[in-house]
């Protein structure tokens, strides 16, 4: 066998060698990320010692028994525990229809949290598989509704920037509360004006406004509001 021939079955052997060893190494990823029924996660609800508590959010589930304290009987969080109640994370309603994977009628902002929540848990626990049903179909890939949910969260996130751009040029009032005065705005530099927040419906679908600074020759702006019972241009109101 000439010199080059060598080489050439020297690389071709390697060459195999790294697909065998790549090839077991996906196989053995593939095998680890465990696929769950429904059913199956809800067994995994801590109330049995012998298994570890498993909870989902978006279709990915997680391992948070060393969250036991948390997440285990009696535990401030057990009511994610064996199941993916991806709503509850941000609703805040435990009850039994309040505890779903449904993110219908959610704003974008809130979407956002809840994939923040999600990657919280990549940080924080062993990923150990997905949740067959709204967002993994029977064969583990993603749905329509997973990839809805991240584009509107990512809209969520590109909105929340936005809004905090335009925040930005047009600075807060100072704010401070005491049981005996209440609440009480000011401003260092200008007055305080109470201003909607434009894309505050695009983010939550309501509308709401914040207290903002303005010079005196930027009153006559629309959309201004004065505190009522604020002097015109008074540096501090009571609220």
Same mark, same amino acid.
């Given at each position: 066998?000439t010199? =080059?021939a060598?080489?050439?079955?020297?690389s071709?052997?390697?060459g195999? #060698?790294f697909l065998v060893?790549?090839?077991?190494?996906?196989?053995?990823?593939k095998s680890s990320q465990?696929?769950?029924?429904?059913? *199956?996660?809800s067994l995994?609800n801590?109330?049995?010692?012998?298994?570890?508590?498993?909870?989902?959010?978006?279709?990915?589930?997680?391992?948070?028994?060393k969250?036991? =304290?948390?997440?285990? !009987?009696?535990?401030?969080?057990?009511?994610f525990?064996? %199941?993916?109640a991806?709503?509850a994370f !941000? &609703?805040?309603n435990?009850? %039994?229809?309040g505890? #779903?994977d449904?993110?219908?009628?959610l =704003?974008s902002?809130? +979407?956002?949290?809840v994939?923040?929540?999600r990657?919280?848990?990549f940080r924080?626990? /062993?990923f !150990?598989?997905?949740? +067959?049903?709204?967002?993994?179909?029977?064969a583990?890939?993603?749905?329509?509704?997973?990839?809805?949910? *991240?584009?509107?969260a990512? %809209?969520g996130a590109?909105?929340?920037?936005?809004?905090?751009?335009?925040e930005? /040029? $047009?600075?807060? @009032?100072?704010?401070r509360w005491?049981?005996?005065?209440?609440?009480e +705005?000011?401003?260092?530099?200008?007055v305080?004006?109470? +201003?909607?927040r434009?894309l505050e419906i695009?983010l939550t679908?309501?509308? &709401?406004?914040? @207290?903002? @600074?303005?010079?005196e020759? $930027?009153?006559g702006?629309?959309?201004?509001?004065?505190? &009522?019972g604020?002097?015109y241009l008074?540096?501090r109101?009571? !609220?």
């Amino acid at each position: 066998m000439t010199s =080059s021939a060598k080489k050439f079955a020297s690389s071709s052997f390697l060459g195999l #060698t790294f697909l065998v060893a790549l090839m077991a190494f996906l196989l053995k990823f593939k095998s680890s990320q465990k696929l769950f029924t429904a059913e *199956e996660l809800s067994l995994y609800n801590g109330t049995d010692e012998s298994l570890p508590i498993l909870l989902g959010i978006l279709g990915s589930v997680f391992d948070v028994t060393k969250g036991k =304290s948390h997440y285990g !009987v009696g535990g401030g969080y057990h009511h994610f525990a064996g %199941r993916d109640a991806s709503r509850a994370f !941000v &609703s805040g309603n435990f009850t %039994r229809d309040g505890r #779903t994977d449904s993110l219908r009628g959610l =704003s974008s902002t809130e +979407v956002h949290s809840v994939v923040g929540w999600r990657d919280f848990y990549f940080r924080r626990y /062993k990923f !150990v598989g997905r949740l +067959v049903g709204r967002y993994y179909d029977s064969a583990g890939n993603p749905t329509k509704y997973l990839k809805g949910a *991240e584009a509107k969260a990512a %809209r969520g996130a590109q909105l929340m920037e936005k809004q905090k751009e335009m925040e930005a /040029k $047009q600075p807060s @009032c100072n704010s401070r509360w005491s049981q005996d005065d209440g609440r009480e +705005v000011w401003c260092d530099n200008g007055v305080p004006r109470l +201003v909607q927040r434009p894309l505050e419906i695009a983010l939550t679908g309501k509308m &709401s406004k914040r @207290c903002a @600074c303005y010079n005196e020759d $930027q009153l006559g702006e629309p959309g201004l509001e004065v505190y &009522s019972g604020c002097d015109y241009l008074a540096k501090r109101c009571r !609220v």
